[in-house]
């Protein structure tokens, strides 16, 4: 049995590993080095405690207690805006450090990620191919399985209603769905006074803007 631990980029601290786990599955990404027919263990989950890295000091030591003998440095350092400055020095430290493995990704790059990151000088100079390696395996159709809905709602528009359509513009020009305006309603505030939900006043303009929101992101996003 193969045992690794996932350290993540802080500015994602919150995230609940699902990318992650899902391509461990799978075998994608950076975790195609494992075979289907390894079975691979989990030991250690933690974030590099924000730049520069204090966490990555500590965090492996307990990785490796639990048995890790590679630690992966997960893709949200490589993809972030801008990637992490430091993924050579985390990934020297912590081999010369522990004597681990030290493989740098874990779920495939989502392919808009890609495809933004290589219009960027940067990405070039870092070398990110190189640093990265066995994060560049995956075809296309991986890569695309692995990007993230988003969609924008647009909150008190007719506040400012030139605001809003600039928004919108802007949206477009990305290729990011608009799906939906929620006005200004007072009746929101009384919610909050009354520690409900706008959902308890489906009538009103707020509430059944939400309403329809909610009903297209599950149409376009989580209905099988």
Same mark, same amino acid.
């Given at each position: ?76 350092? +490589? %993809? *972030?805006?801008? $990637?992490? #400055? ?9 081999? /010369?450090?522990? !004597?681990?493995?030290? +493989? %740098? *990704?874990?779920? $495939?790059? #989502? ?9 960027? /000088?940067?990405? !070039? ?100």
């Amino acid at each position: 049995m193969k045992k690794i631990g996932i350290i993540i980029c802080s500015r994602y601290q919150s995230c609940g590993g699902g990318k992650c786990l899902r391509a461990l599955r799978e075998r994608v990404g950076a975790f195609s080095i494992y075979t289907p027919e390894e079975e691979v263990e989990l030991v250690g989950y933690s974030n590099c405690g924000g730049c520069p890295g204090g966490n990555i000091e500590y965090v492996p030591e307990e990785m490796i207690k639990n048995g890790a003998e590679t630690i992966h440095l997960a893709t949200g350092f +490589v %993809v *972030g805006y801008p $990637p992490c #400055p430091y993924i050579k020095e985390f990934k020297e430290f912590i081999k /010369s450090r522990y !004597e681990a493995n030290v +493989v %740098v *990704g874990t779920h $495939p790059i #989502p392919i808009k990620y890609y495809n933004e990151h290589k219009k960027l /000088s940067y990405w !070039e100079k870092m070398n990110m191919t190189e640093i990265a390696a066995d994060l560049f395996h995956d075809d296309e159709s991986i890569m695309k399985d692995y990007n993230v809905g988003c969609a924008v709602c647009i909150n008190k528009f007719d506040v400012n209603e030139d605001t809003a359509n600039e928004i919108e513009s802007y949206c477009i020009d990305l290729s990011v769905p608009v799906i939906g305006r929620i006005p200004y309603d007072g009746t929101v505030v009384k919610a909050v006074n009354r520690c409900q939900s706008i959902a308890c006043y489906p009538d009103s303009p707020a509430g059944k803007a939400i309403a329809s929101i909610w009903e297209k992101i599950y149409n376009s996003y989580l209905r099988g």
